[in-house]
């Protein structure tokens, strides 16, 4: 989903600081040193310079903007109100045979971003993104 956010944020009018928000969610900030994750007791995977994963995080400081950021967004507003105009966002084939359409999953993929950074931030929670 990381790819959609420029193409579901634009056409919607978002202002710089809201799509920031949303980029930062769904891709992260680099300059958190995540040696820590390769330690005893955290250790969950290897993370440095040696290391093969791809890994991105946001302090617990900036999982709580992002949060509060994410939770101003009306989401459902950015989206095409068509259907084939929402699949085009996707840009993958079949998409117009996602169940309930693809509004309807855009939607349910940022509530779910939304809730998680939500309940991140209540916790104070870091987020560690890593792709391997």
Aim: with cysteine; glycine share 8%.
């Amino acid at each position: 989903m990381p790819f959609l956010s420029e193409r579901v944020c634009d056409p919607g009018g978002l202002d710089d600081v809201h799509r920031n928000a949303f980029r930062q969610a769904l891709d992260g900030e680099t300059a958190i040193d995540l040696a820590f994750l390769s330690t005893h007791p955290h250790a969950i995977s290897p993370f440095g310079p040696d290391s093969t994963a791809l890994s991105a995080a946001l302090s617990a400081a900036q999982v709580a903007r992002v949060a509060e950021l994410l939770g101003q967004i009306d989401f459902p507003a950015p989206l095409p109100t068509d259907d084939t105009e929402a699949a085009a966002l996707i840009r993958s084939n079949g998409a117009d045979k996602i169940v309930g359409g693809p509004k309807k999953y855009l939607l349910g993929h940022f509530d779910a971003v939304r809730e998680f950074y939500r309940g991140a931030s209540q916790r104070q929670h870091l987020v560690v993104l890593w792709w391997d």
